[in-house]
C-alpha cells in the first residue's frame, strides 16, 4: 500500500537542518567574557558572512526545486534526506576554506590539497543529490513540458557535479595549488551553464536562476 508523501513536511525538516548548519558557522555560540575576545570572534565576521551566503545559496537551490515541482516519493526524500547529511558535513570545511586568507598563518600544501577535496566532495554530492532530485521528478512526470523542464534542471545540476569532481581531481593530483586553481576552475560554471541552456532550452521560458 503507498502512501501520498506530505511535501510541507519535507520541507520542514530540510529548513530546520539548513538553520542548525547556520548555527554550526556560528564563531562561537558563548557570550565573550572579555573584550579582547570580543575583538577575536570579531575578526572571523567576514569568514562566517562568506559561508553564511554560499550555505543560503545552497538552500536556494533546494528551495527551488519544491516550487517547480510538487512530486514527491520514497526517493526523492532519500535524496533529500542524504542532501541534508551531505549539508551539515559541508559546513565545516566551507567554514574553514572561508577563514583561510584570514588565518594568518601558512598552510602546507598537502592539508590545502586535502582540504580542496573535503570542499569539493561535499559540493559535489550535494549538487548530485539535487540533480537526482530533478531527475527522479522528471522521470514520473505526465506533463512533456514540465518533464522537459525537469529534466533540463537534472542536467544542469549535473553540471555542477562535473566541476566538483574536476575540482577533486585537481586538488589530489595537486595540479594548480599554488594559485589555487581547485577553486579558480569553479568559475566554469558560468559559461558551461550559460551553453547548456542556449543548446539545451526546454521550450516554456528561458532556464530559470538556479
Not at 551566503?53 to 517547480?68: E, S
Amino acid at each position: 500500500m503507498s502512501f501520498l508523501q506530505s511535501k510541507s513536511r519535507l520541507e520542514g525538516i530540510s529548513d530546520a537542518v539548513f538553520a542548525f548548519a547556520a548555527t554550526l558557522l556560528v564563531v562561537s555560540l558563548e557570550v565573550p567574557t572579555s573584550f579582547e575576545l570580543l575583538k577575536a570572534q570579531l575578526s572571523g565576521f567576514l569568514s562566517f558572512g562568506i559561508s553564511f551566503f554560499a550555505l543560503i545559496l545552497i538552500w536556494k537551490v533546494h528551495y527551488n526545486f519544491f516550487r517547480r515541482t510538487d512530486y514527491v516519493d520514497n526517493w526523492v526524500i532519500a535524496f533529500n534526506m542524504f542532501l541534508l547529511f551531505v549539508v551539515l558535513y559541508f559546513v565545516y570545511p566551507l567554514k574553514f576554506l572561508a577563514n583561510l586568507p584570514f588565518m594568518g598563518k601558512p598552510i602546507s600544501v598537502d592539508d590545502f590539497s586535502t582540504l580542496f577535496q573535503l570542499y569539493s566532495l561535499g559540493f559535489s554530492l550535494m549538487f548530485l543529490c539535487i540533480a537526482l532530485m530533478y531527475g527522479r521528478a522528471g522521470f514520473k512526470s505526465t506533463e512533456a513540458a514540465n518533464r522537459k523542464k525537469l529534466l533540463f534542471y537534472m542536467r544542469h545540476f549535473g553540471i555542477f557535479v562535473f566541476m566538483g569532481i574536476v575540482s577533486i581531481l585537481l586538488a589530489t593530483f595537486k595540479i594548480g595549488l599554488l594559485f589555487a586553481l581547485p577553486g579558480i576552475i569553479y568559475a566554469m560554471l558560468g559559461p558551461l551553464c550559460w551553453y547548456h541552456g542556449v543548446k539545451f532550452p526546454y521550450e516554456e521560458a528561458q532556464p530559470e536562476a538556479a
